[in-house]
Nanobody
Framework: QVQLVESGGGLVQAGGSLRLSCAAS????????MGWFRQAPGKEREFVAA???????YYPSSVTGRFTVSRDNAKNTVYLQMNSLKPEDTALYYC?????????????????WGPGTQVTVSS
C-alpha cells in the first residue's frame, strides 16, 4: 500500500505558474505509475497527466504544452509543473498511484489517491 499527500496548490493569476508535489510513502514508489487528476465543482474527475514507471509521460490535449509531469524516485515524489494557467484550470488536484504498466489515464486504473490540493486561477 502507498500513502500520498499533495502540496503546492494555491491562488494564482491567469498566465501564472504553480508546481504541485506529491509525496509518497509505503511500498516502493518506483513500482507505481503515477497520475494527476483534477475535479471542479459539479464536474467529473478529469485526467491531467501520467508518468509510467520508466518515466514515459502522457497528457490530454487540454494541458499539452502547458503542464509537465516528472518523478524523482529517490525522493518518492511526483511533480506537476503548471504554466500558462487559465481560469478553467481551477479545480482540486489529486495525485494517484497505479500498479498498471504504461501511463494509465482513467481514474479506475488507480488504486491509491491523495486528499487533493486546491488550485484557483483568477482572471
Amino acid at each position: 500500500q502507498v500513502q500520498l499527500v499533495e502540496s503546492g496548490g494555491g491562488l494564482v493569476q491567469a498566465g501564472g505558474s504553480l508546481r504541485l508535489s506529491c509525496a509518497a510513502s509505503g511500498r516502493t514508489f518506483s513500482s507505481y505509475a503515477m497520475g494527476w487528476f483534477r475535479q471542479a465543482p459539479g464536474k467529473e474527475r478529469e485526467f491531467v497527466a501520467a508518468i509510467s514507471r520508466r518515466g514515459r509521460m502522457y497528457y490530454p490535449s487540454s494541458v499539452t504544452g502547458r503542464f509537465t509531469v516528472s518523478r524523482d524516485n529517490a525522493k518518492n515524489t511526483v511533480y506537476l509543473q503548471m504554466n500558462s494557467l487559465k481560469p478553467e484550470d481551477t479545480a482540486l488536484y489529486y495525485c494517484a498511484a497505479s500498479m498498471l504498466y504504461g501511463s494509465p489515464q482513467r481514474p479506475n486504473d488507480y488504486a491509491y489517491w491523495g486528499p487533493g490540493t486546491q488550485v484557483t486561477v483568477s482572471s
